[in-house]
T-cell receptor, first 116, second 120 residues
């Protein structure tokens, strides 16, 4: 079974400061990891993914995430937050080994609020 | 690229009505589409996986006869909420994977903008 945990319901950060949104995962084999962002009344937009290779993954809008196998984490980061980054962020995992037809398991989401 | 269009964006209807939601991949062929339900401030709950030309695979606890899914072509899947009741009110979101993604599971799902369903 695969699972994802986002321990923070909400993260508040001042504009210009670095931000981190936490994610930990559990899979039987190797993980494919994804971050998505959701704005109000919209679907999810893909930000970035980790498949293999370099542990630091760069994605859209200046976001990046670091894969840490020993800590089973995939935290989302941005060096300098913008007010427009305020949204709901979802971490998702797919277990490479399981069948299940490419199903993703999503975390519960973290609301990011960036204030002036 | 990889745009998914979902229609309608919002539906308000009376209890007992059946509602159809369409999910289209506009610039790619989607062998597999997914239907999710999202409650306020909650994560996405996968309802079913829709494969072109075959029956959808429903998640445990999702009523097949209540939520009818049809994936008639490589660019269109539909979700019909039959005899909708107020408890069916929710935000429904579809996603799709490209044909390449279907063979290699490292591709992201591409999401539609969702449908806000309100049953009075």
């Amino acid at each position: 079974a695969q699972s994802v945990a986002q321990p923070e319901d909400q993260v508040n950060v001042a504009e210009g400061n670095p931000l981190t949104v936490k994610c930990t995962y559990s899979v039987s084999g190797n993980p494919y990891l994804f971050w998505y962002v959701q704005y109000p009344n919209r679907g999810l937009q893909f930000l970035l993914k980790y498949i293999t290779g370099d542990n630091l993954v760069k994605g859209s809008y200046g976001f990046e995430a670091e894969f840490n196998k020993s800590q089973t984490s995939f935290h989302l980061k941005k060096p300098s937050a913008l007010v427009s980054d305020s949204a709901l962020y979802f971490c998702a995992v797919r277990d490479v080994l399981t069948g299940g037809g490419n199903k993703l398991t999503f975390g519960t989401g973290t609301q990011l609020k960036v204030e002036l | 690229g990889a745009v998914v269009s979902q229609h309608p964006s919002r539906v308000i209807c009376k209890s007992g009505t059946s509602v159809k939601i369409e999910c289209r991949s506009l610039d790619f062929q989607a062998t597999t589409m997914f239907w999710y339900r999202q409650f306020p401030k909650k994560s996405l709950m996968l309802m079913a996986t829709s494969n072109e030309g075959s029956k959808a695979t429903y998640e445990q606890g999702v009523e097949k006869d209540k939520f009818l899914i049809n994936h008639a072509s490589l660019t269109l899947s539909t979700l019909t909420v039959t005899s909708a009741h107020p408890e069916d009110s929710s935000f429904y979101i579809c996603s799709a994977i490209t044909r390449q993604g279907a063979r290699g599971s490292n591709q992201p799902q591409h999401f539609g903008d969702g449908t806000r369903l309100s049953i009075l």
